[in-house]
């Protein structure tokens, strides 16, 4: 089978869904030089009419695609910095978000906006490393952080005809995985299914995006000792709660990881979502970014900041204490 | 027949906003509304050069607007009074009413917000090879959000067929629109490369001319055009002020502010027996709305997140079952 990247995977959604539906178009800062790579080809395949570079005005093209949307046409917005997401809020979150409501249902704003390589890229400091994924799910705008390219293209697709606005995060940390791929099975993923990658009896290690990778790596250390079932939500709002709470039901034990800030944080939802369901076995635990962290520019403190094995290792070792002191099941 | 059409929507929203403010005092709309007394002319004109098929974006202060693309004043009344046959299901209220099907895309709460998204839609109606357009409605306020400022050049780049209409009551709340533009609203414009023209904002004859032109410039693939409709907010910029009377205008400037209005600027150009033949007619129209609103079914509490997303999330979240697990009870080896 064929090695599908993960950077690939989101330019062969795009472009699957452009060729099947003529009212997608792409808006964003360099899309037909394709800066990201999400874009490559597209705008030689399906003309300047459909592939529209953008001044840098994140607000005003934000909410060119909610006008356009509501007259017909799909949208996918490029943002290049995931901190251009603070500046578009507005016009995601108050604007486009809340027009179906607002009007009583006449409204569709089938707008995907995409962040190529959100979170710490390193060294690209304070202003470019950002992953606030946990806002959007927070305000109800439907968000999306693939893991893995198969994921990643069945995600998009499903974004893109989704009617409603979808932030589809693409970590930085996720653009070099490749996988073994039949091109000819893919397809749609639905949002608001979450994925088991690996089974496991003793831990659910609940991991976002390119930490997924993090878990698995971690999880295949541990075999033999502790068995680690490793859950990708996927989408984190809606938030595939059965799934979580299946999970929950084999294991028992709950460690999270998650590449932002610690505090009211997306891992803070999964802990309460699981403190709300039956009793688990051990206090669970979440593997985060500092509470109200900036990433400092310096690679060291950049990384020091990040969640990671070390981390997992150690989170994984507390809620499993009674296995590792040879007690357990 | 123009000059008696122009009058409708002006007296139509001129008693509409009447019957609406004292709906707010009887407490039947909750929370308030920002009446758009004094400014109708701008709404009656510039709907006036509009086809049905055409598009609006509105504001907070939008109620002359929606009516004036043709909306039902019984269920826009309804709306304001947050039942479920209102316009919007009793979901949006007074600033954000819509009517998808006579093209408005509906008012918008935050100031200066509905300009890319009026723009947006007018780039995408030319781009689907119509002759379509978007009018967006603003006031003096939002020529000072950067957004706005962005749509205009994003707006002016794209040939957008926008027409947006500015309009200027004097005051952004409280504050004089001398106080808060530095240069001049229609530099603004001019600085994009967009026509921008004054017009008087009280003679809705004056503002369907300069909307006509607009629109058919922007229907001929020409760009946008900005019109700057100068008149005076009779009423406060919120029902709030009418308890609170935060006092920054005088009687006196109110006085003179109202001394040119609309309705009879537009009234003197009809036939007393005209007139007064369409005023019983509104008066009938406008009673008849507030009976329906007052008398219209409160939505379902059960249905508060009715909406929420047009593709509805799936699956469909599910409690947390329930299966108290024994404290320990898998420790024990």
Redesign the interface.
Known sequence: MPKLSYLKALNRALGDEMARDASVCVFGEDVRVAVSNVTAGLAKRFGPQRVLDTPISEQAFTSFATGAALVGLRLLVEFQIPSLLFLAFEQIANQAHKFSLMSGGQARVPVTYLLPGSGSREAWAGQHSDHPYGLFAHVGVKTVVPAVPSDAYGLLLSALRDDDPVVVFAPAGALGVREDVDLAALGPVPLGRGRVHRAGTDVTVVAVGHLVQEALAVAGELAGRVSVEVFDPRTLHPLDRAGLAASLRRTGRLVVLDDSNRSCGFAAEVLATAAEGPRLRAAPRRVTRPEGAVLPFAPALDRACQPGRAGLLAAIEEVTGVLREGGGT | MADAELYRTVALVRGFERRAVELVRAGVVPGGIHPCTGQEAVAAGVCAALRPDD?V?STHRGHGHVLAKGADPARMMAELAGREP???????GSM?A????LGV??A?A?VG?AV??????????R??GSDRV?VAFFGDGAVNQ??VL??F??AA?WRAPVVLVCENNGFATSMRTADAVAGSILGRARAFGIPALAVDGTDPRAVLAAASAAVARARAGGGPTLLECAAYRFDAHHTWEHTARPGYRSAAEEAAGRARDPLEVQGARLAPEVRSAIDAELDELLDAAVEFARGAPHPDPASA???????P???V?????????P??A??V?
């Open positions: 598009v974006t209102g316009l919007n299901r009793g979901r949006g954000h819509a009517d998808f099907a895309l509906g918008n935050m917000a890319p998204i009026a723009a947006g839609a007018a780039w995408a109606l781009r689907a978007a950067g957004v962005e749509a050049n994003l780049l997140l009715d909406h929420l997303y047009a593709t999330l799936v699956p979240p599910v409690p947390v079952p329930v299966e108290p697990v404290l320990h898998t420790e080896g």
